[in-house]
């Protein structure tokens, strides 16, 4: 379980996705951190937000972050779409961990249908579940479960791996992350 604040609610921070994660380089981590980080700043939010975790799981994180977001992120990081996909990848993945022990084993082909294999720390090599995810800048609950739907479907193309699936839908405006097992 991740460290608490002094309200007890667990913390959730992007800079850990650059050296907290043996599969993914500090420059890539760093980068998914930039993109949640641009999602939540532009939704007017700042670091120390709660994030509501729905699902088949459920609870409340402290989202915290220490980058300054510059003028050149913002211009690297200028197509909405990809950044609001890369922030999601971001806070999914350290909802993984923080919920369930995972961590990032390899990025998933797309005729997967999947996003990332995901295992634990004790066998960095083998995978023991899937993920996709989905993010929205801003949604309602139909919005959102109608993507936790279709991002279900998606996953079915990898169900012969005969691993569990977890579909994740971060939505930023709130923010709010539904968090399904498959």
């Not at 007890?8 to 800079?15: A, M, Q, S, T, V």
């Not at 994180?61 to 003028?71: N, P, Y």
């Not at 249908?113 to 634990?120: A, Q, R």
């Not at 993920?131 to 193309?157: C, F, H, M, W, Y």
Request: charged letters at 25%; glycine letters at 8%; a negative charge.
């Amino acid at each position: 379980m991740p460290e608490t604040d002094e309200s007890g609610l667990p913390r959730l921070r992007l800079e850990d996705l650059a050296s907290g994660f043996p599969h993914i380089p500090s420059v890539c981590g760093a980068s998914l951190a930039q993109a949640a980080a641009l999602c939540l700043e532009g939704e007017r939010h700042a670091s120390g937000v709660r994030l509501i975790v729905e699902g088949t799981v459920q609870g409340v994180f402290l989202l915290e972050w220490s980058l300054d977001v510059t003028e050149a992120m913002r211009r690297f990081w200028a197509d909405p779409d990809e950044t609001t996909e890369q922030g999601a990848y971001a806070i999914a993945i350290l909802l993984m961990r923080a919920l369930g022990g995972y961590t990032v084993v390899e990025r998933a082909c797309r005729p997967t249908g999947i996003d990332w294999w995901l295992g634990h720390a004790d066998n960095l090599y083998q995978a023991t579940a899937r993920l996709e995810v989905s993010g929205i800048r801003e949604g309602d609950p139909r919005a959102i479960n109608s993507r936790v739907k279709a991002k279900a479907k998606q996953t079915e193309r990898s169900v012969t791996s005969g691993r569990i699936s977890f579909v994740v839908v971060v939505e930023f405006g709130e923010p709010t992350a539904r968090v399904v097992r498959l």
